[in-house]
T-cell receptor, first 113, second 115 residues
Framework: DGGITQSPKYLFRKEGQNVTLSCEQN?????MYWYRQDPGQGLRLIYY???????QKGDIAEGYSVSREKKESFPLTVTSAQKNPTAFYLC????????????FGSGTQLSVL | AQSVTQLGSHVSVSEGALVLLRCNYS??????LFWYVQYPNQGLQLLLK??????LVKGINGFEAEFKKSETSFHLTKPSAHMSDAAEYFC?????????????FGTGTRLKVLA
């Protein structure tokens, strides 16, 4: 079945540690997105990518990094520079035309130890 | 840049009552608008979308939304609420940037359905 897979479902970060969230899609979508969800703040865009080896910062990119080495994969690294990383992280993909819906993964809950 | 505003972070309705969730948009060009639903600890699912065809858009699970340019609104309605409608609802707009589009989401409205 085609879809978008995020792992792990739960992740814990120690202070000063970098952690990486995985996002894989087999929908042959060009565009991929990372959002952060905090209660009452909706979804805020961290990074997005339209093509392999290219990505752009969203509204809250500080403390995060991404790569897009393969069309299917768009991992997000939460670095130690992100001082408040506890949140629900959602990855999404789409065809990139703006007219079509996004497909979402089931999310990763990141917490700080 | 385009944006959406959702009025009311929490809405409660009785089972069988009308559901009305409000969304206003800000756009300098005809927008593409979306409503998504999110159940606890899950990703988002599309309910419906507006892409400049009919102004009254019908979606899944009996939901519909009407695009009103004069009011810059895209409110979501359902004639009769069901317990299974309890969830969080997000309005979104796609914003053109060089080479692609990004999607901007509202802050969400949590719908509670009372028995």
């Amino acid at each position: 079945d085609g879809g978008i897979t995020q792992s792990p479902k739960y992740l814990f970060r120690k202070e000063g540690q970098n952690v990486t969230l995985s996002c894989e899609q087999n929908l042959n979508h060009d565009a991929m997105y990372w959002y952060r969800q905090d209660p009452g703040q909706g979804l805020r865009l961290i990074y997005y990518s339209q093509i392999v080896n290219d990505f752009q910062k969203g509204d809250i990119a500080e403390g995060y990094s991404v790569s897009r080495e393969k069309k299917e994969s768009f991992p997000l690294t939460v670095t130690s520079a992100q001082k408040n990383p506890t949140a629900f992280y959602l990855c999404a993909s789409g065809v990139g035309t703006g007219r079509e819906k996004l497909f979402f993964g089931s999310g990763t809950q990141l917490s700080v130890l | 840049a385009q944006s959406v505003t959702q009025l009311g972070s929490h809405v409660s309705v009785s089972e069988g009552a009308l559901v009305l969730l409000r969304c206003n948009y800000s756009s300098s060009v005809p927008p593409y608008l979306f409503w998504y639903v999110q159940y606890p600890n899950q990703g988002l699912q599309l309910l419906l979308k507006y892409t400049s065809a009919a102004t009254l858009v019908k979606g899944i699970n009996g939901f519909e939304a009407e695009f009103k340019k004069s009011e810059t609104s895209f409110h979501l309605t359902k004639p009769s609420a069901h317990m299974s409608d309890a969830a969080e609802y997000f309005c979104a707009v796609s914003d053109s940037v060089p080479g692609t589009y990004k999607y901007i989401f509202g802050t969400g409205t949590r719908l509670k359905v009372l028995a």
